[in-house]
Every structure is written in structure tokens, then in C-alpha cells.
């Protein structure tokens, strides 16, 4: 049986069986009654999440419920609740950079007249 109530967490190694338990849970929820618009299912991966609930909804056959299901990664998750709901003195337009954007800002900044100047981790 699984918990009804609450988030679940579901940790564990590669080919244990995460998604096929995850996939059970979802098709077991929603025939439980549980509403498929209120689950959320997060991951690190888009082909992951996907992944999960095509699984999911071939259980159920074609155009059933869990295509109300909400699923992505936890970093879209997260920007996305970022983007609604901008704390209170943030810019109104967010922008998410990747690792070369941040090198190159680092570097940028390195460049200003006294940054850095004693700290070896800041010289190139």
C-alpha cells in the first residue's frame, strides 16, 4: 500500500525499480480518487518525468486522466514558481544562465579595478 496523504519520496539506485513504482503510485492514487491536477511529480531529468507518466497513462489507455498530472524537473518547477511569484523587490523579468553566462560574469567582474586583488582564487 502506498501513503495517500502528503509528499512522497522515492530514493534509490539505478534499475531498482523508481519508475515502475512511481508509475504504480500515480495509476494507484488516481484510482483512489485522488485528483490527478493536485499530484506533482518532480525529477532531475524532462526525459525522466516524461518518461514517467507516458508509463503512467498507458496504464489507463489513451486520453485518461493522468494527463492532468503536473511533471518536469525540479529546476523548471522551481524557476516556474520563481516567475509567479517574484519575491517582493526582484527584478519582474528573470533570467536563468548557464555555466558559460556565469564564467563569463565572473570573469567580467574580475576584470574591475581592485576585485579580487588578494584573493589567488579570482586570477586567471
Do not use: N
Not at 531498482?16 to 494507484?28: M, Q
Not at 492514487?29 to 503512467?56: C, H, K, N, Y
Not at 511533471?71 to 518547477?77: E, L, Q
Not at 527584478?91 to 579595478?113: K, N, R, Y
Request: hydrophobic share 35%; proline share 4%; glycine share 12%.
Amino acid at each position: 500500500m502506498y501513503a495517500t496523504e502528503g509528499p512522497v519520496r522515492v530514493i534509490a539506485g539505478a534499475g531498482s525499480g523508481k519508475t515502475r513504482t512511481i508509475v504504480y503510485l500515480l495509476a494507484d492514487l488516481v484510482e483512489e480518487g485522488v485528483d490527478p491536477s493536485s499530484i506533482l511529480l518532480l525529477t532531475f531529468t524532462r526525459r525522466a518525468s516524461q518518461g514517467m507518466l507516458q508509463r503512467a497513462s498507458a496504464l489507463f489507455g489513451e486520453g485518461r486522466v493522468l494527463g492532468r498530472v503536473q511533471g518536469g524537473t525540479f529546476h523548471a518547477f522551481a524557476y516556474g514558481m520563481l516567475r509567479r511569484y517574484t519575491p517582493e523587490g526582484w527584478p519582474e523579468s528573470l533570467t536563468v544562465i548557464d555555466s558559460s553566462d556565469g564564467e563569463s560574469l565572473v570573469l567580467e567582474a574580475t576584470c574591475e579595478p581592485g576585485c579580487g586583488k588578494e584573493d589567488r582564487s579570482f586570477k586567471e
